[in-house]
């Protein structure tokens, strides 16, 4: 096992040859830094938004029975539960869905499309440090100097034009597979939020059709108690209460 002298020079050789290349590749490789960390602050911060949304924490048959168990409710599911369900009525139920989607998935889609931007844009930076290499290297070609000075500017740009590329498809591709596994854990989220929707408003429009059935159920007892106690009396009420079985049959 190497000694932590060995790791401590082997770490400031690194550090220095990062360092030349860093001089080497110019003023690209500040935009590009720029971007890099941009891009990776956005991405963590989005993973963490995700992570505290914590939709997979709970079995779903917890959660099925939480609908009609407000008091077992609990952690950040049962608030978001105690949100959507505050009103039992479908009509309510979906406005505060819609009313959860744009306050914490909208906004979690907006990083995402600025954290695509910053993948798109790290190679662009580095073939715009390719041009403004090529362009050095051409300007020392062309004052026709001669000798070890122009060689050297010409190994400069080109070391410019490379090492800028480089610098963006290694920033590009790892912000590239990072951004794909965000997206993927936000559609998951999004599932889970249409899944919950469901489920939640089957649920109320099952209690409300039994709700409907019940009283509709009582009224016809109360009329045939009424017939019995009153014959005469309700036997002109049996053409509209046919009409009204017949409607609801």
């Not at 990062?18 to 991405?43: E, Y």
């Not at 306050?103 to 715009?128: N, Y």
């Amino acid at each position: 096992m190497p000694s932590l002298e060995t790791l401590s020079s082997q770490f400031t050789k690194i550090w220095e040859q990062a360092r030349i290349i860093w001089a080497t590749g110019g003023w690209a490789m500040i935009a590009i830094a720029f971007i890099a960390v941009f891009m990776s602050a956005m991405g963590f911060h989005v993973l963490l938004k995700l992570r505290q949304r914590k939709f997979r924490s709970v079995a779903e048959k917890t959660w099925r029975k939480w609908i009609d168990e407000p008091n077992a409710r609990c952690g950040r599911l049962g608030r978001l539960m105690n949100f959507v369900l505050a009103e039992r009525s479908l009509e309510k139920v979906s406005i505060h869905f819609d009313q959860l989607r744009a306050s914490e998935a909208a906004p979690i889609e907006r990083d995402l499309k600025v954290m695509k931007i910053c993948v798109s844009a790290a190679p662009l930076v580095g073939l715009l440090g390719t041009v403004t290499g090529m362009l050095s290297t051409f300007g020392a070609l062309s004052s026709g100097a001669g000798g070890d000075q122009t060689m050297g500017m010409i190994a400069a740009g080109i070391s410019e034009a490379l090492i800028t590329t480089e610098t963006g498809l290694v920033i590009a591709l790892p912000g590239l597979f990072f951004h794909h596994f965000l997206v993927r854990k936000y559609d998951d989220y999004q599932l889970f939020l249409a899944h919950l929707e469901t489920v939640c408003s089957q649920t109320i429009y099952r209690r409300i059709q039994a709700s409907e059935d019940y009283r509709l159920a009582s009224l016809k007892a109360l009329g045939r108690r009424l017939q019995k106690r009153f014959p005469n009396e309700t036997r002109r009420w049996q053409p509209a209460v046919k009409g009204i079985e017949t409607s609801t049959s």
